[in-house]
């Protein structure tokens, strides 16, 4: 099979000839339709996450079609749609598997970091870790819902409940379809852009935000909650400036440079600062029976595989409108 290999960070992915995976037991063999590309790959590949398993493949927004399965599976079929998220593996033993927390987990497996992804024809997958997805998409609209979506809807959850005015920070493929949540859950949606990034912004109204700006900007109302999902630490603090007091501020990304230093009077007044750690099934489970009924609608670019360092360097200069997904 084709796949499009890491072999060390900073360096561009290879398209190559993989052996094809075969499924153990509880495994199923996957074969790839398509891939989102997410900003996390971007972190490894950068070595801001700094342990993956060399030489890797790459991708956790994998949807593709059950053809093989392994001893102990039960719930899948061949031919079977499946999609495939970042949370591969876990425990299920440690104190945070035990008490309902698997996102924490103190051994867990990640897709394409710990596990090889989807940047290739074919992949093999832990059944408990996939899930059927809805009809209403198609395969490439469905990729993203696997962690853009799975990850904006864990960092909404963790805003509280149902926040009216509610910023986001950095409009990319998680924003894009967590906004359209909030919305249709009765939010007003204030977008914060790249300063001076007009197309994130035409982007961030016709999905219906009250109100863009760029990130070094003040809303005009005070917000309830404030998501990140731009890796920027400066942007805590302007977060926090722009929250009302008991306000919350979620950070919904994997990795975030350093945040500055900041006076306390900006957390004072009981607001308070989270992040946002891998996801649950559960979580899955729920964003995925959500999005139809919104209707949630993702914008994709499909990319061909080969394409993969292409797809990579638009997110980077952040050239894309929602996510680019790769089709084998």
């Known amino acids: 099979m084709k796949a499009m290999v890491m072999h060390a960070a900073h360096e561009p992915l290879r398209l190559e000839e993989l052996p094809m995976p075969t499924p153990g037991p509880g495994q199923l063999l996957i074969k790839v339709a398509a891939c989102g590309v997410c900003r996390t790959d971007l972190h490894i590949i950068d070595g801001e ?20 399965i392994g001893e102990g599976v039960a719930g899948f079929r061949e031919g079977d749609r499946v999609g495939v998220p970042w949370l591969g593996h876990t425990d299920g033993t440690c104190p945070y598997c ?10 867990p497996g990640f897709t394409g970091y710990d596990i090889n992804g989807g940047y290739a024809e074919y992949t093999v997958a832990d059944h408990e870790y996939c899930f059927h997805l809805p009809e209403a998409y198609s395969d490439a609209e469905a ?7 799975l990850i904006g809807y864990r960092t909404l959850k963790l805003a509280g409940t149902f926040p009216k005015r509610l910023g986001i920070y950095g409009f990319g493929a998680a924003a894009h379809i967590i906004a359209q949540v909030a919305i249709g859950q009765g939010a007003d949606v204030y977008a914060l852009t790249r300063p ?24 005009p109302e005070p917000l309830d909650a404030a998501l990140l ?16 007091k008991g306000g919350t501020v979620v950070s919904g990304g994997i990795h975030m440079s350093e945040i500055p230093a900041f006076s306390y009077d900006l957390l004072w007044e009981e607001r308070v600062v ?55």
Not at 55 to 68: N, Q, T
């Open 196 to 219: 001076g990034d007009d197309a994130a912004q035409a982007f961030a109204k016709r999905l219906g935000a009250v109100w863009t700006g760029g990130s070094d900007e003040t809303p």
């Open 98 to 107: 035990r008490m309902g927390r698997e996102n924490l987990c103190d051994n």
């Open 143 to 149: 990729a993203p819902l696997l962690c853009a979506g």
């Open 229 to 244: 999902f731009a890796p920027v630490g400066a942007l805590i603090p302007a977060a926090l400036k722009a929250v009302r």
């Open 274 to 328: 989270k992040s946002v750690a891998n996801l649950t099934r559960a979580d899955a489970e729920e964003f995925l029976a959500l999005a139809p009924t919104i209707p949630v609608k993702t914008s994709v670019e499909p990319m061909p595989l080969k394409d993969a360092n292409i797809a990579l360097e638009r997110l980077r200069d952040g050239k894309l409108e929602g996510a680019a997904v790769l089709i084998p």
């Open 49 to 68: 996450l700094t342990r993956p398993k060399l030489p890797l493949v790459l991708g956790h927004e994998i949807v593709g079609h059950v053809s093989g």
